[in-house]
């Protein structure tokens, strides 16, 4: 029986992607390959509670919330993610996966919305990019990117026109917390016609920093 370590599983807004500020239920996975120097979700590199899949869909069932979200860490690091998503689909949710794109998604249920983050250079990990993977990206999915400094910004720029991501999907441009102005990254978004979305995280704005909201 498949089971996997999970950190925390909540009913929240949406605060990031197409979906912002829809009720969603977030199923947060344990454990990372990755030590990004913005991040705000280490209390999930580990620890956490073992549960089968029939148990995490017990516990998702309770708020009667048709959009699910698989996010970690990073949930790929656990090979039993696949069997959850698919599991998810397959019990009627509208199920999207945050995941870094350090880790293979070929594999990921077809009707799963992807949400792959590209690592720019200020987070430390852009040389975990894997790159193969924007093939398997089709319209539904989105590719993310926090932005740190005008350095990011302008390798985000190039990997945007390299890999002609908007003819593949929806692109996001998000400010790292505490390190771009979000006003300023806006004013460069507009000033280059770039045809990405900009984002802020919704449930900071709301809620700051608190861990399961």
Known sequence: M??????????????????????????????????????????????GERLSVGEILCRVA??????????????LAQPGCLALLEAL??????????????????????????????????????????YENLAFLDAKDQVKFVICDDADYRWAKEKLFEHRLPSRCEVLFSPAAGRQDPAELAEKILRDRLNVRFQLQLHKVLWGERPGV
Not at 30 to 43: I, Q
């Open 62 to 75: 309770r708020y009667g919330t048709r959009r699910v979200c698989v996010t970690g860490g990073e949930p």
């Open 2 to 47: 498949t089971s996997l370590r999970i950190t925390e599983i909540f009913h929240s807004l949406q605060g990031e992607s197409r979906t912002m500020g829809w009720p969603t239920v977030f199923v947060r996975l344990t454990g990372c390959p990755l030590r990004c120097v913005y991040c705000d979700t280490a209390y999930a590199f580990s620890g």
């Open 89 to 130: 689909v397959e019990n009627g949710y509208e199920v999207s996966l945050e995941t870094s794109g350090a880790l293979d998604v070929s594999q990921v249920h077809p009707a799963v919305v992807k949400v792959l983050d590209l690592k720019t250079p200020g987070s430390g990990e852009s040389a975990r990019n894997r």
